[in-house]
């Protein structure tokens, strides 16, 4: 489980992420189910809110370690757009 304080922090595993475009499914708000494309290889992703601080975690060996992982990347940039999309309803 890793804090997500600001971009920067994750802003390794957001440049990874756009070039490995791995596929993001959203199986409900807050839980996404990243795939690597190319391996095939699928990931769970949650992202929460606890105390007004932003978390997020991969079921990924890096993610287990608590690092930013590309598919936690690409997983909060859906999570960010999506509650972005939820506060404008
Ligand atoms: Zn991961």
Redesign the pocket.
């Known amino acids: 489980m890793i804090q997500l304080t600001t971009a920067t922090a994750i802003e390794n595993a957001i440049n990874k992420a756009r070039t490995v475009k791995p596929r993001v499914r959203v199986n409900c708000f807050g839980s996404y189910t990243v795939t690597n494309k190319t391996t095939g290889a699928t990931?769970s992703v949650e992202c929460l809110k606890q105390d007004g601080k932003r978390f997020a975690h991969?079921s990924?060996e890096?993610?287990k370690r608590g690092r930013a992982?590309y598919?936690?990347a690409a997983a909060v940039a859906a999570h960010i757009q999506l509650a972005t999309e939820q506060a404008s309803h």
């Open positions: 990931y991969c990924c890096a993610g992982c598919h936690l």
